[in-house]
């Protein structure tokens, strides 16, 4: 199998066909069109407080604006220009995902760097958190291991206690679980001739657990009504898109189709139930399939979310239940999607899924941004990660991602990105020195950038 890269584009892959992108929105009830218009560039704070026009829109504004009369709109442009995060408006739940990059080369060190307070990338990641206060945080790329040591290290020596002049949190409900990355399949999968590594594991990975996710809340969890699909075979999904040959038979046995896991989480919000479904999908580098992996696992969220229609009947939980979110029921798509690119397949146009799951009238977009990323480079105000330089210039990419359902009404939102000064700026440098340019480094936790959204849910009339 070559493992070369290639580079995925938006056309969508339904019923084993290729067609435009919107067909996956189709699919979810989309008109063809972007459910909700794109929201204008501005100058945003690291804070980007985009506040609540109307259900369903987000709107910002400019800092160069003369000062509103509106006292609302007048502490959106002084958060803007200290670059502070907003306070949530009293009633809103706030949903984070921050893609943090605690991880390890080998399995136990993250638990042993957490086992007390005082590790220098968990004070960063902690105060990011903190400076953004989420009432429920979903944490990718973080080790993860089964008796839970690490997410209960975190949870209690570093988001509790304050950090960078900021208050601890306490979470006490938190979700960890299994997932494929770093496990070992038994074939070989990347035709090295030798059984086992990270090219055999059912997920990237050095060992098992690694880049894992967790979630913690504010809020209880139904634990008897969570739902995760990381033993889901790759071949259960009808027309998928793992290409002819690639595997052997005994190969197409074993694979799973999701490279961290599929997560959904029901979360009970003083009386109302929240679906929060996360993911941490493959990227086009990740292997020679890497691409058609991330397009189906991107999929598996538009087939579990069009209960009714026939196409979330392949979906079976890891308990044996069958089907996909009941229709009508709120939910929060989050994780590290990856940007919106990927491969060509067969000499043809490959869909990007994510670029479909934003044009589902089911799905809205706050589409938050960041003056932050705007400095960095004015056509990428909604990124959320730094690749790199390309030709003297910053790479960026959105690839963290918040879509909540249309039902809820998204009252804010934004990308923890301050500029250089503003408050918080230590934590999202991406020329100190140190490291590769744009990986972390002693003072950046992340390439990424954590996302933030403010939901009122007692304006959605959700159940």
């Not at 959106?76 to 893609?99: C, E, H, N, Y």
């Not at 479909?356 to 009238?361: H, R």
């Not at 990323?373 to 790199?388: C, F, I, R």
């Amino acid at each position: 199998m070559s493992a070369s890269p290639r580079v995925l584009r938006r056309v969508m892959l339904i019923g084993g066909a290729l067609a435009p992108a919107a067909a996956l929105a189709a699919l979810l009830g989309a008109p063809g069109a972007l459910a909700l218009p794109a929201a204008p560039a501005v100058h945003s704070s690291s804070a980007t407080a985009s506040v609540a026009a109307a259900p369903h829109r987000v709107s910002s504004m400019d800092f160069g604006d003369s000062l509103p009369s509106n006292p609302d709109l007048l502490r959106q442009m002084m958060w803007i220009k200290s670059g502070q995060v907003p306070a949530a408006a009293d009633g809103d739940l706030r949903v984070a995902t921050f893609s943090a990059g605690l991880s390890r080369s080998a399995p136990g060190g993250l638990a042993e760097d957490l086992s007390e307070p005082g590790d220098a990338q968990g004070l960063q990641v902690a105060e990011t958190v903190q400076r953004a206060a989420p009432d429920v945080v979903l944490l990718t790329d973080m080790d993860v291991d089964a008796g839970e040591e690490v997410a209960q290290s975190f949870r209690t020596n570093y988001l509790a206690v304050g950090t960078g002049g900021q208050r601890g949190i306490d979470y006490p409900h938190m979700y960890v679980s299994e997932v494929n990355r770093g496990v070992d399949t038994g074939a070989d999968l990347d035709d090295d001739g030798i059984i086992g590594g990270p090219g055999d594991a059912f997920g990237p990975g050095e060992f098992a657990g690694q880049h894992g996710m967790v979630l913690y809340s504010k809020y209880p969890l139904d634990t008897d009504g969570i739902r995760t699909f990381h033993e889901l075979p790759w071949t259960a999904m009808p027309d998928n898109a793992i290409p002819e040959g690639a595997y052997s038979e005994l190969e197409l046995s074993v694979l799973r189709l999701s490279s961290t896991s599929h997560w959904d989480i029901p979360i009970d919000v003083d009386g109302q139930t929240v679906h929060l479904l996360a993911a941490q999908p493959s990227r086009a580098e990740d292997g020679p399939t890497g691409a058609e992996r991330h397009h189906d696992e991107m999929r598996f969220w538009a087939d579990y979310l069009a209960a009714g229609t026939g196409q979330d009947e392949y979906i079976v939980d890891d308990e044996g239940r069958p089907g996909g979110l009941s229709t009508g029921d709120p939910f929060v798509l989050a994780g590290d999607f990856g940007p919106l690119t990927g491969t060509a397949l067969d000499d043809s146009d490959h869909p990007s899924a994510v670029a479909g799951m934003l044009e589902a009238d089911l799905i809205q977009d706050p589409a938050p941004v960041s003056q932050g990323a705007e400095n960095l480079d004015e056509s990428e105000p909604a990124a959320t990660e730094v690749l790199g330089r390309e030709d003297g210039a910053w790479a960026l990419a959105r690839s963290d991602y918040l879509l909540p359902s249309s039902s809820i009404t998204a009252s804010a939102s934004g990308v923890f990105w301050p500029v250089p000064g503003q408050l918080g700026s230590q934590l999202t440098r991406v020329n100190a020195p140190g490291g590769e340019l744009g990986e972390p480094n002693e003072t950046t936790p992340s390439e990424h950038r954590l996302v933030w959204t403010d939901l009122d849910l007692a304006g959605s009339g959700t159940d």
